[in-house]
């Protein structure tokens, strides 16, 4: 099969979507013999990958990406595509004339709205609806976002197929002279709490600094450290830091690149991500893969990606917080279970596992399921 991939995703930092966009073409390229997947850009990416790509200029100037992407189901109507695959999540609104796929994260502009800024919302609300009914495959990486398109969007559920997503292959326990070396390696404080991900509202960043205030007052020595890129609530936080006097032992890192973080994820004492809405949830399955103790949500998607490796707690209660790190500061047994739980648990998502469903959704949007 002739599989065109739109990698717009892959000229930027790989968080996220890129993230996924890059290790779903690895996985393919590794997995399905003889299918080396045509990478659809509007310039060159820098990355290793030994796919060709299919140069499609992108003529706007202004809202570059929501433009270029309608722009290209006319600029591809004249190439050969056995099937052509949206994993951005960006819509086309037009249908592309070759058959067609599109992955859905998640759709946060409805379910958690203040996340993100008017264009984004305006394009997605306006345009993503008659894209999901243009498109013949539906690829969703949780039953929760699966279950959130049909109650939104009321589409068909045999139109939708759920394919679990994996942590990247570096997040991996390290040994004890890789252990002490890490320490070297990045300045981080002896003992703390990790959270990963963009600083932003859904994410519930409040509450898990409410509950470090309640264990800071019962006297633990640890930092709270906060990596990942600058959102929408970063102002607020700071604001509550200093009404509780927190400023000094919270950590904000900014980006930090994977090999960091698998750093950050086997010196953290405890993983903690209280996010309200998730279409799947990456870094907890990053922190287990690293036999990091993981603290997550009990809502949307998360207890899919956790199921028994972790503690699902009310986002909402900053009691039951506090009283779950505290739980994993103060019981070395059970922090050592949970560690081993998370290993395996991890062990039950894979990139190959991910590349070889994908691959069998392009066959049922190409007819030849």
């Not at 509202?201 to 470090?212: D, S, V």
């Not at 006097?245 to 004492?269: C, H, Q, R, S």
């Amino acid at each position: 099969m002739k599989i065109g991939i739109i990698s717009d995703v892959l000229n930027y930092r790989l968080t996220g979507i890129g993230n996924y966009t890059f290790q779903l073409i690895k996985g393919l390229n590794r997995t399905i013999s003889g299918m080396i997947p045509i990478l659809i850009n509007y310039q060159p990416h820098n990355l290793d990958l030994p796919n060709s790509n299919l140069i499609i200029k992108n003529p706007f100037l202004f809202n570059r990406t929501y433009f270029w992407y309608p722009y290209l189901t006319f600029k591809l109507s004249h190439h050969d595509f056995d099937v052509i695959h949206n994993p951005s999540q960006v819509p086309t609104f037009f249908r592309f004339s070759q058959p067609s796929v599109m992955t859905i994260h998640d759709i946060t502009t409805i379910t958690a709205s203040e996340s993100h800024d008017f264009i984004t919302k305006a394009n997605e609300r306006l345009l993503l609806k008659k894209t999901l009914f243009n498109v013949n495959c539906i690829i969703s990486d949780s039953y929760r976002t699966k279950e959130d398109l049909i109650r939104v969007f009321h589409l068909p559920s045999e139109k939708i197929f759920v394919i679990h997503l994996a942590a990247n292959p570096i997040f991996k326990p390290l040994n004890q002279i890789q252990f002490h070396r890490s320490l070297e390696t990045i300045s981080i404080p002896e003992r703390f709490i990790l959270y990963t991900g963009t600083l932003e509202k859904r994410k519930n960043l409040l509450t898990l600094m409410r509950a470090f205030y309640a264990l800071k007052k019962e006297g633990i020595p640890h930092k709270l450290v906060l990596a990942g890129k600058c959102g929408n609530v970063k102002n607020e936080m700071k604001n509550l830091l200093r009404h509780l006097n927190l400023l000094k032992d919270v950590i904000f890192t900014g980006y930090i690149p994977v090999e960091d973080l698998l750093y950050l994820y086997n010196n953290a004492d405890v993983f903690v991500y209280l996010s309200y809405y998730e279409g799947f949830g990456l870094p907890p399955l990053e922190a287990m893969a690293c036999g990091c103790p993981v603290i997550c949500s009990n809502s949307s998607s998360l207890p899919e990606v956790i199921g028994d490796a972790g503690i699902l707690v009310n986002p909402h209660s900053v009691e039951e917080v506090k009283n779950s790190i505290k739980k994993f500061l103060n019981d070395p047994g059970f922090r050592k279970e949970m560690s081993q739980r998370s290993i395996e648990r991890s062990l039950l998502f894979s990139w190959e596992k991910c590349a070889r469903e994908t691959y069998k959704v392009y066959k049922i949007a190409a007819g030849d399921s």
